[in-house]
């Protein structure tokens, strides 16, 4: 019995997370880039060494702390970023630079942030967007932490959303 308990609780606690990143990255990729993101898939990345497609082309990760603590990384195709930064500011580029690399990291704020505004019962507090590009790039979570993928598709192009909590207070 105690197992069913545990479990509906973990549901409870995953879906209130979950959905605020969800909403969140809707609503930025809506107002912000004048896009559908469609969520296509919803999973747990079971094996932390190894990363949700896509791992090559750019991935944003920032941190969140406060009652909780997690991570969100936003996973991204080449072409995908691309047109975020096209979207965003109108510019222009075949490749990846530094100027993809912001665009990126601001949407992915936008969406920490969203959610964060969501989550406020947790008083979370969330960090400066690191990010990292390149082929076979692999974003490790803590061993103590199994994150949520959550796989979208939208006018722009594929992605992941990963996101994981490792203390989230039970209430």
Do not use: W
Not at 101 to 119: F, R, W
Not at 160 to 171: A, H, K, M, Q
Request: some cysteine.
């Amino acid at each position: 019995m105690s197992a069913v308990v545990t479990a509906s609780a973990t549901s409870r606690m995953t879906a209130e997370y979950v959905n605020p990143v969800i909403a969140a990255t809707r609503t930025v990729f809506s107002t912000m880039l004048n896009a559908t993101a469609t969520r296509t898939g919803l999973s747990l990345r079971t094996d932390p060494t190894i990363s949700s497609p896509p791992s090559s082309g750019v991935s944003a990760v920032i941190g969140l702390s406060g009652q909780a603590a997690g991570t969100l990384v936003l996973n991204l195709t080449s072409s995908t970023a691309i047109e975020i930064l096209h979207r965003l500011v109108g510019t222009e580029v075949t490749q990846i630079n530094a100027e993809v690399c912001d665009a990126v990291g601001e949407i992915t704020n936008m969406i920490a942030g969203h959610a964060k505004a969501q989550l406020a019962k947790y008083s979370l507090m969330i960090s400066i967007p690191n990010v990292v590009s390149g082929e076979d790039h692999v974003v490790h979570f803590p061993s103590n932490v199994i994150p949520m993928v959550l796989s979208f598709d939208s006018d722009l192009g594929p992605f992941t959303i990963e996101v994981g909590f490792s203390n989230l207070p039970v209430r």
